[in-house]
């Protein structure tokens, strides 16, 4: 298990962070409008998931983003939304009851320290969460996140491609299409919306290269 160093709750680093700050509001919106309803099938109902797509301005799935391929917002059109609802259960920060979602005493503590609640997401998110349900293949990845931050602290530390990664970790080939999803659901996904790496695309209409870089939470944390 690795063990982060716990960051001010007011350093400004944290503002790297998309899940944070998904979590921070949702938290808020919890303690300020109550619980959030669920539909049968316990996803989040679709007004709030419009309030967060706004709200979050998440990269790369900001409102424009969502709505350039949906007319209207259901909780699965909105991956980082999907993660974080999964994310705030498991870590115990609200629970599913009678139809809503609710904060729970543990939720309610940590929206006050924002250090101490990114621990708790980081860990959960890491080294809790199966991220194999998010991927096309149901693919699961053994974790050595030893070896994982160990590779990334060097190879990013002028930049990491999404090929370089998926090479050095997998010695996959460009047209190893599933072990580039893996490395990015199961690793660099999950780093990126932590705020420990950005992630910068080239090309349009559609990303041709992804590029990944250390942010200053990174050397914060780790």
Same mark, same amino acid.
């Given at each position: 298990m690795i063990e982060f160093v716990a960051p001010a709750h007011e350093d400004p680093a944290l503002a790297q962070s998309p899940l944070l700050r998904g979590a921070l509001l949702t938290l808020g919106y919890l303690v300020e409008h109550g619980p959030i309803g669920l539909t049968q099938s316990k996803a989040l109902k679709r007004h709030f998931v419009t309030w967060a797509a706004e709200a979050f301005n998440w990269p790369y799935y900001t409102a424009e983003d969502l709505y350039a391929v949906n007319k209207v917002l259901n909780e699965h059109d909105f991956p980082p939304l999907v993660v974080l609802h999964d994310l705030l259960v498991s870590a115990k920060l609200a629970r599913h009851r009678k139809g809503? !979602?609710? &904060?729970?005493?543990?939720?309610?503590? =940590?929206?006050?320290?924002?250090?101490? !609640?990114? &621990?708790?997401?980081?860990?959960?998110? =890491?080294?809790?969460l199966d991220h194999s349900r998010y991927t096309r293949y149901g693919d699961d990845l053994a974790e050595d996140w030893l070896l994982f931050l160990n590779i990334i602290n060097v190879e990013a530390h002028t930049g990491l491609t999404y090929?370089?990664?998926?090479?050095?970790?997998?010695?996959?080939?460009p047209e190893d299409h599933r072990a580039y999803a893996m490395a990015y659901i199961h690793i660099l996904r999950p780093l990126c919306w932590l705020g420990l790496l950005?992630?910068?695309r080239h090309g349009k209409p559609y990303p041709t290269e992804k590029l990944f870089t250390k942010t200053a939470l990174w050397t914060r944390v780790i």
């Open positions: 809503f !979602l609710h &904060i729970t005493k543990t939720g309610k503590d =940590l929206l006050q320290h924002p250090g101490n !609640l990114w &621990i708790a997401l980081a860990h959960h998110v =890491l080294f809790v090929d370089r990664f998926a090479e050095v970790l997998f010695g996959a080939g950005n992630e910068t």
